[in-house]
Nanobody, 126 residues
Framework: QVQLVESGGGLVQAGGSLRLSCAAS????????MGWFRQAPGKEREFVAG????????YAADSVKGRFTISRDNAKNTVYLQMNSLKPDDTAAYYC???????????????????WGQGTQVIVSS
């Protein structure tokens, strides 16, 4: 059974930074694409960033491009989301996700992922 545990959320002022972590157990992440998603109250879940299993190619939503960076440390079986220049609109619960099958492409809609963490809350004050 795959378990994903996010951490690193919190309350930060606009312009500040946070680094989210997603630690996996039950499998080795090195051959799996990984994604970060977020959901704000009253809004649909949205893709934030993803990273491929091979070469660590990254993808980011337009709304966070240039501010958020996804990375992975396969030795620690952990994926990170570095968030800089945070804005109040970034306030949401953030979730990491993993697919069931290895060697797959990075999914952008969420339906490609089978395992989700419990989420970590990020609140950005103005």
């Amino acid at each position: 059974q795959v378990q994903l545990v996010e951490s690193g959320g919190g309350l930060v002022q606009a312009g500040g930074s946070l680094r989210l972590s997603c630690a996996a157990s039950g499998r080795t992440l090195s051959t799996y694409a990984m994604g970060w998603f977020r959901q704000a109250p009253g809004k649909e879940r949205e893709f934030v960033a993803g990273i491929s299993w091979r070469r660590g190619i990254t993808y980011a939503a337009d709304s966070v491009k240039g501010r958020f960076t996804i990375s992975r440390d396969n030795a620690k079986n952990t994926v990170y989301l570095q968030m800089n220049s945070l804005k109040p609109d970034d306030t949401a619960a953030y979730y990491c996700a993993a697919p069931k099958d290895p060697y797959s492409s990075v999914g952008l809609t969420g339906t490609e992922y089978d395992y989700w963490g419990q989420g970590t809350q990020v609140i950005v004050s103005s």
